[in-house]
């Protein structure tokens, strides 16, 4: 077993748990290395250690810890973003909300949109945004065919920060966000960023 993430979502690190016949007490790096000998080069396994008998990781972990990273041009003006996409000629006032915008359009905004950097306000406001997440709150609003009244949408969140802006080999700026909590329902982590952008 093993914890699970959305559909979309890539672990950096995953916490596994099986049953594995280990000849002595102390195994743990040995089986480690014979495991990673036959594993893929862009896979490892980083620790083992003994747990009890039952402990399973996809039910049991007590805490969780996501990273997302979000382009830093998500929070510059809306009507400035506007006004790019309506220059490059990437607007269009009645396209469908399922309607993306082609691969020509993206390469057509890519070198202004790279060229945005977020400044300290931006930043500022969306670390605000995020903090008003920490502590235990109901989260109906963020997952899907829950009530406010199910005790399943409460969630206990010990922090929501947002890192130094980093930029990529291709001039984009991120911003890392990092949130830790006991645990989280489906899509609420995106969902409760893209408000904060909004908020922002």
């Known amino acids: 077993n093993s914890a699970r993430t959305d559909k979309g979502v890539h672990a950096c690190a995953q916490v596994v748990s099986c049953w594995l016949q280990m000849p002595t007490t102390n195994m743990g790096d040995d089986i480690r290395e014979n495991i990673n000998n036959v594993l893929p080069d862009d896979i490892a396994v980083l620790d083992v ?16 810890r996501y990273m997302y990273m979000l382009p830093s041009f998500l929070l510059q003006d809306t009507d400035d973003f506007r006004k790019l996409c309506e220059s490059k000629g990437c607007h269009e006032n009645g396209r469908e909300a399922k309607d993306p915008i082609s691969d020509e359009e993206v390469q057509a905004l890519f070198p202004d949109l790279a060229k945005f950097r977020a400044n300290a306000g931006q930043v500022d406001k ?70 904060a952008i909004d908020a922002a």
Not at 49 to 64: E, G, H, L, M
Not at 146 to 161: A, L, V
Not at 166 to 178: C, Q
Request: a positive charge.
């Open 126 to 195: 969306l670390k605000r945004a995020l903090s008003t997440y920490n502590g235990t709150h109901r989260f109906h609003n963020f997952t899907q065919g829950m009530k406010w009244s199910d005790s399943n949408s409460q969630r206990y969140i010990e922090s929501f920060d947002v890192l130094d802006p980093v930029v990529g080999d291709d001039g984009l700026e991120w911003i890392p966000t990092l949130v830790f909590g006991q645990s989280f329902l489906l899509n609420q982590i995106r969902k409760m960023i893209s408000l």
């Open 49 to 64: 250690c003994r747990t009890t008998r039952n402990f399973c990781a996809r039910t049991q972990r007590d805490r969780v």
